[in-house]
Nanobody, 123 residues
Framework: QLQVAESGGGLVQAGGSLRLSCAAS????????MGWFRQAPGKDRDLVAS????????????YVKGRFTISRDSVRDSGKRTIYLQMNRVKAGDTAVYYC????????????WGQGTQVTVSL
């Protein structure tokens, strides 16, 4: 079993900052990467940022480059994987449900998802 849980969402003013956290526990030993996705009402779920668990290589969608930073805790054998999304200079367009996801060895895509956390940016 593998559990993924996000936290840290809420209401933030435009131009402000927010930090999301995601903790994955259970059968995480084969983690390849973890990522943050977001979905606004009426839109598709998009990949915002991702990080490779070994090596720490990152990816950012163009619309968050320079504003958002993804990071992870130190690699351990504890079976727990934690990542963060530091969101700075947020805009109204960042309003969405943010999902954390994990991809394991052999999986063609992200295969374990959290329930999502709402981020609302007020003007």
């Amino acid at each position: 079993q593998l559990q993924v849980a996000e936290s840290g969402g809420g209401l933030v003013q435009a131009g402000g900052s927010l930090r999301l956290s995601c903790a994955a526990s259970g059968r995480t030993f084969s983690t390849v990467a973890m990522g943050w996705f977001r979905q606004a009402p009426g839109k598709d779920r998009d990949l915002v940022a991702s990080i490779r668990w070994i090596g720490g290589g990152t990816y950012y969608a163009d619309y968050v480059k320079g504003r958002f930073t993804i990071s992870r805790d130190s690699v351990r054998d504890s079976g727990k994987r934690t990542i963060y999304l530091q969101m700075n200079r947020v805009k109204a367009g960042d309003t969405a449900v943010y999902y954390c996801a994990l991809r394991r060895v052999g999986a063609p895509t992200y295969d374990s998802w959290g329930q999502g956390t709402q981020v609302t940016v007020s003007l």
